[in-house]
C-alpha cells in the first residue's frame, strides 16, 4: 500500500469507482437477481466495470482539462439517468429497459398514474455520485488528479478495459453458453453482461430488425409454411361451423389470472358470476397468457395472428406497418364487420395505427364514450359505463360482427372507488395484492351486467361470446403477499402456473357447460373461434391449434422460451414435472424446448421480416 501514499486518485477513475459501486448497489436493491454460484457473484460483480472504464476513459481524448472534466460529469449523469429510467422500468413491467418501449412516449402520459406510484423519495440517492463529481470538479480537492494520462498509462488502462471485457465474456461464455444469440433473455444477458452492455445490445439489435425486413425475402417462408402445416390440428366434427354466422364478441378481462375463478378472499366469492357463466360454457382452467412486453397490445396481437409476440418491445408498436392475416380479416373477408371497443386513448400502444392494420372497420375509443370525472378510476373509464356505453355501440352494428371489448378497471395499480367496493380487501402488507380482489370482483359484475344488457338486446343468442384475461395482474413482485393468500410459496413451478388465465367461450343455446383441461395459450384462440363459426384455417400462417380438436396439442410456449406441458414445465433452464413439482433432469424437457425454440424463432422472421406480405392468401 505505500505506493498509494502521496498519490491522487485520477478524476475518471473516480466517476468509474463511483458507477461501478452504484450500479452494483442497483443491482442488489432494484433488480430481482438470482444468482446460483460463486462464478455468477463474481460475474455480476465485475459486469459494469469494463464498459464505465471504455466510456469514461474516452475523457482522456479531450485536449482541454476543462472539456475532460465536463465530459466526465455529463457522462456520469447520463448513465445515471439509464440506470434510474431501467429501475422505474424495472418496477413496473419487472422487466429491463427494452428501445421501443422507451420510445413509445405516447404511452408515457398515460402510465402516468402507475408510473408515479413507482417513484420513492429515496430514489434521489441514485444521483449522489453525480453531485459529488460535480462538487470535485467545482472544488477541486487536493486528493484527486485532474492531469490527462500519459500516453502509456492511457495504452495501459485502455488494455485493462478489454482483458476485463475478455474476460467477462469468457467467464458469460462459460456459465450461459450461445448469450448473446439468445435475445429472448433480458435477465441472463442483464446478470452475465452488465446493464450497459445490455441497453447497447438493445439498441444494435433494433437497427438489426429493421435491417432483416429490407433483406429478407419470399423463400423463408416455405420452411415456416411446411412446419405451420404438418402441425396443423384438424377441427372436430362435432364443433365446426356450430356458431355458423353468429356475431362475434371477445372481451379481454384486464389483468384478470385464473387462480380468482372459483375461489374466495375473506370468504367471500371473488367472480361469483363468472363462477356461474363456466357451468354453462366451455371453460378452459389450462389456459396461459403468452404476452411479452407488450401486455394488451401482445395477447391482442395473439388473439388476432395466432403468432408469438415479439421477446422485446411491442409488435403494435415496432411491426404495425407489416402485412397480416388476422382474425379481423378473415372474418371480413366472410362478411363480418369488425370493431374494436376500448375507452382509452386511441394512440395508447399504437392501437390507432395498429387496429386499421389488422383489418378493424372500427375502432370506439376515448373520444367515442362519455367520460365525466366521476366515471373514471385508473387508466380511463370504469369497466361498469364502459360495457353500458358499449352495449349500445353494439347495438347499431350490421350483423353479423365481430366486436373485441377490453375492460380497464382491473389495472395496476388498481384502485377503486369506495361505492365501487363489494367485497373487502385481503388483508397483508402488500396494498396491490390487496386492492386486486377488489378490481377483480368488480370487473366480474360489469361483465354481469353487460350480459343481461345482450340478454335483453337479443345479442346474447345470436353471439358468441369469448371471456379471456389478457395477462397477469399480480407480478413477481408481489410473490410474499400471493403466497400468504395462496398458502404455499411462490417456487419458480408455481410463478409459471400463476400465468394461468381464464379462458370461457359461451356459444348459444349450450345448456351445460364443460371443463376442458387442455394445456394452451392465447395464441390458440384464433383457430378455435374461426372453426367454431366454421371458417377453415387450413392454409394459414399461425402457430395455434383448435382447442376443440383432437389433435391440439398439450403444449405452450412463452415468450421467454419457458414452456408448459400435461406433464412437464421448462422455466429458467430447469425442467420439472409439474404435478410433484420434482426437478427432471434437462434432457427430459429437450424435446419440448426445441418445439418451443423453433416456433419462437419463426414467428420472429415472419415479423421482422414482413413475411406474410409474401403469403398469398388461398
Ligand atoms: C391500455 C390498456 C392497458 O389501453 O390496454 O394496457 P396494459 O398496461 O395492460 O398493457
Ligand atoms: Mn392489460
Known sequence: ?????????????????????????????????????????????????????????????????????????????????????????????????????????????????????????????????????FLIVKRKPSFISFQPFSTISRRAYFYVAASLLCLNLGLAETERPQLLTRTFDREAL????????????DILLQSKSSAQRALADSSELSDIENYIHANYAKPSDKWFGIAQRKNVIVISMESMQNF????????????????????????????????GQGKTSDSEF???????????????????????????????????????MHANNKSFWNRDIMYPALGYDRFYSADDYHITPENVINWGLKDIPFFDQSAKFLEELPNPFYAKLITLTNHHPFYYSPEDQKISEFTSNDGTVNRYFVTARYTDEAVERFLEKLKKNGLYDRSI?????????????????????????????EAVKLQKVPCIIHIPGMKKGMTIHEVAGQIDLRPTILHLLGIETKHDIQFGHDLLSRDHPDFVAFRDGSLVTDHYVYT???????????????????????TAQTELSYSDRIIYGDLLRFYKDK
Open 1 to 133: 500500500m505505500k505506493w498509494l501514499v502521496g498519490r491522487k486518485l485520477p478524476l475518471t477513475w473516480a466517476a468509474v469507482l463511483l458507477l461501478w459501486i452504484k450500479t452494483f448497489i442497483v443491482y442488489l436493491a432494484n433488480f430481482h437477481i438470482d444468482t446460483e454460484n460463486t462464478l455468477q457473484n463474481w460475474i455480476l460483480w465485475m459486469n459494469p466495470l469494463s464498459f464505465l472504464l471504455f466510456v469514461l476513459g474516452l475523457g482522456q481524448f479531450w485536449k482541454k482539462t476543462e472539456n475532460q472534466m465536463t465530459y466526465v460529469v455529463a457522462i456520469s449523469l447520463i448513465l445515471s439517468l439509464l440506470l434510474y429510467a431501467n429501475v422505474v422500468f424495472y418496477r413496473f413491467f419487472n422487466d429491463y429497459l427494452t428501445l421501443p418501449l422507451l420510445f413509445q412516449t405516447n404511452n408515457f402520459g398515460d402510465l402516468g398514474n402507475s408510473a408515479w406510484e413507482e417513484f420513492q423519495w429515496y430514489d434521489f440517492f441514485i444521483f449522489t455520485d453525480v453531485l459529488l463529481l
Open 190 to 201: 442483464v446478470k452475465n453482461i452488465g446493464i450497459y452492455y445490455y441497453d447497447i445490445y
Open 260 to 291: 380468482v375463478i372459483n375461489h374466495k378472499v375473506n370468504g367471500q366469492e371473488i367472480t361469483p358470476f363468472l363462477n356461474r357463466l363456466i357451468k354453462n360454457s366451455l371453460y378452459f382452467d389450462n389456459f396461459y397468457h403468452q404476452t
Open 302 to 340: 395473439l388473439l388476432e395472428n395466432s403468432l408469438y409476440p415479439l421477446g422485446r418491445g411491442a409488435v403494435f408498436f415496432t411491426n404495425s406497418g407489416n402485412t397480416y392475416y388476422s382474425m379481423a380479416k378473415k372474418l371480413k373477408n366472410s362478411g363480418y364487420y369488425t370493431a374494436a
Open 465 to 493: 361470446i369469448v371471456l379471456y384475461g389478457d395477462h397477469y395482474g399480480i407480478s413477481q413482485n408481489h410473490n410474499e403477499a400471493m403466497s400468504q393468500y395462496l398458502g404455499r410459496e411462490i417456487t419458480p413451478l
Open 572 to 594: 429458467r433452464n430447469q425442467c420439472y414435472e409439474q404435478e410433484s413439482g420434482k426437478l427432471l433432469d434437462r434432457q427430459v424437457c429437450s424435446r419440448f424446448s426445441k
